[in-house]
């Protein structure tokens, strides 16, 4: 399974580009909004890649992110959804503006991509609204990781112990992806926040997906 390729853009078509992986070409097709963001011939690109196998075809599909890639797995798995329409929809919202879309049940957002008619726009949406937070999750920055004590340094000294928690206190950093995930959603910064709170409070050992599932829950409108 090819799963990334990176190398010299040979070609841009309306929907495809050449890609020069070692003096091997790589015909890799993308949506409209990666090939707007990929670099102009002769530049060096790297895509995250998904390959479609049929009896009689071999095609390449590129992402510019992993989000974007799980998106298009996620897609293509709801029936009518084949990769060309996958595409469409993520040209015309991003992997940002799916989650988003159905996230909140916004089938009319999914519609608006080129070739989704409203039934399987609202079908895209009942099937996969329950996927969208972990793939927001993965949008998310890792938290970093600490450097390495330097080479023949003096180790400092143990802390006194501490008195161990009644419960798993609630990462700080799955709190603050699971906030940033609602924030690029559209809702405000205080009321995204004082849901995540809630969230984090009713299940402290919640990772930043199930924060963001528990916090949309709690942002739906009610009735």
Known sequence: MIGRLAGRVDWRGPDHVLLDVGGVGYI??????????????????????DLLVREDLLQLFGFSTLQEKEWHR???????IGARASLAILGALGPDGVSRAIALG?????????????KLAQRVVNELKGRAAEVMAMGTAPAPVAAPATEGAAPAPAPPPAPAPAAPPQTASAQADALSAL???????GEAAAAVAQA?????EADASALIRAALKALAPKG
Request: charged letters at 10%; proline letters at 7%; zero cysteines.
């Open 74 to 80: 996620l897609l293509t798995s709801v029936q009518g």
């Open 183 to 189: 924030v690029n959603l559209g809702y405000a910064q």
């Open 200 to 204: 984090a409070s009713e299940t402290p």
């Open 106 to 118: 916004d089938w009319a957002a999914v519609k608006a991509a080129p070739g989704v008619g409203p």
């Open 28 to 49: 890799v097709h993308v949506s409209d909004r990666t090939l707007a963001a990929l670099p102009a011939v002769g530049g060096h690109a790297a895509l995250y890649t």
